[in-house]
């Protein structure tokens, strides 16, 4: 007994609607991963170019390393959710050869269109970076 092809063509219609909305989840995890993985390289490449700034520039304070992030940070990292940065020791100007230390920190949950937890995995919501140099 031969199937008609209507037949066939309402089963491949049922058999994609109930896998659709697997695939479009699955691929909304895996933007999600890919966002929070580029915003973490950002988030580390400002405190690696930081340190070095602070690092080069003794009586750089941490004013003034903060408006130097600002000034580099991708486009992706570089908004309202980027905090200021934390910058060890604090006393300028810094002596050669003494270690300084820079913290990067951002808020990434607005970012989350999934939200911090989906389907029992959980996504950073704060990222940071913290990069030590000697000072030159």
Do not use: H, W
Not at 54 to 60: I, R, W
């Amino acid at each position: 007994m031969a199937r008609s092809a209507a037949n066939s063509s309402g089963q491949t219609l049922v058999e994609f609607a109930f896998i659709l909305p697997l695939v479009l989840l699955l691929m909304l995890g895996v933007v999600q991963v890919a966002l929070i993985g580029g915003s973490a390289l950002a988030v580390n490449q400002a405190a690696i170019a930081c340190v070095r700034y602070a690092a080069v520039n003794p009586s750089a304070n941490q004013s003034s390393v903060n408006t130097y992030l600002k000034s580099i940070a991708s486009p992706l990292i570089n908004d309202s959710n980027l905090q200021a940065i934390t910058l060890a020791p604090t006393p300028t100007p810094r002596t050669t050869g003494s270690a300084v230390s820079v913290t990067v920190a951002y808020t990434l949950s607005n970012k989350l269109f999934l939200g911090a937890s989906f389907f029992g995995i959980t996504f950073p919501t704060q990222l940071s970076a913290q990069m030590t140099m000697t000072s030159e």
